[in-house]
């Protein structure tokens, strides 16, 4: 089945240090593919998507480009601060006569200042 | 962006009693799901709903829960009895739906089974 995997589960950081999170995805179709970002007590916020082979998805300085011969869409930054301190999910969409969604494990992000 | 509410915020019952959680989703929005997230660790898929129907569940949505969204109303997941391991955040979510669309969260309801 269809599935995406975050190497990282944690990382640390210093403010200013160029980030990357790496997410690769495995799937039967041809998905579209997601980051969200989660603060604590809060629920998944939307970052950005992509939806086919090389676009760039893009919001607040994070991006990650779709590529479909590595099956990749890692999350870089470069330059990250304090507030980017987060969990980070990658995600997986596929319409399948009905959507289906899958998130990866996460990434605890810490931006130390 | 779009806002879906999720009412209550907290909930605490004890063990064996019933509890629904509710959820506004994005009013155009036709696609629903509900997942857990126990403290610390990964949101896990329960449930996806539309056309009135449970499309797909996971091991994790057992014969005590269900869903359900009469008339257009909230959207909710009912858990009848409940368990200890039920304690955790529930996060619904929903999306337009054509062609893997984006998914809106709430900020979920933290539920304490006693």
Redesign the interface.
């Known amino acids: 089945g269809d599935s995406v995997t975050q190497t990282e589960g944690q990382v640390a950081l210093s403010e200013e240090d160029f980030l990357t999170i790496h997410c690769n995805y495995s799937a039967s179709g041809y998905?579209?593919l997601?980051w969200?970002v989660q603060y604590p007590?809060?629920?998944?916020?939307?970052l950005f998507?992509a939806?086919r082979d090389k676009e760039k998805g893009s919001s607040r300085g994070f991006e990650a480009t779709y590529n479909k011969e590595t099956t990749s869409f890692h999350l870089q930054k470069a330059s990250v601060q304090e507030s980017d301190s987060a969990v980070y999910?990658c995600?997986l969409?596929?319409?399948t006569g009905?959507?289906?969604?899958?998130?990866?494990?996460?990434t605890s992000l810490t931006v130390i200042p | 962006?779009p806002k879906?509410l999720q009412i209550p915020s907290h909930q605490i019952i004890d063990m064996g009693q019933m509890v629904t959680l509710n959820c506004d989703p994005v009013s155009n929005h036709l696609?629903f799901?509900w997942y857990k997230q126990i403290l610390g660790q990964?949101?896990e898929?329960l449930v996806?709903f539309?056309n009135g129907k449970v499309?797909?569940k996971s091991k994790l949505f057992k014969d005590q829960f269900s869903v359900e969204r009469p008339d257009g109303s909230y959207f909710t997941l009912k858990i009848q009895p409940t368990a200890l391991e039920d304690s955790a955040v529930y996060?619904c979510?929903s999306?337009w739906?054509?062609?893997?669309?984006?998914?809106?969260?709430?900020?979920?309801t933290r539920l304490t089974v006693l």
């Open positions: 998905p579209a997601f969200y007590g809060e629920g998944p916020q939307f998507r939806s999910y995600a969409g596929e319409n009905y959507q289906n969604f899958y998130f990866g494990k996460g | 962006g879906v696609y799901y990964q949101m898929f996806n539309y499309m797909e996060f979510a999306s739906g054509v062609g893997a669309e984006t998914l809106y969260f709430g900020s979920g």
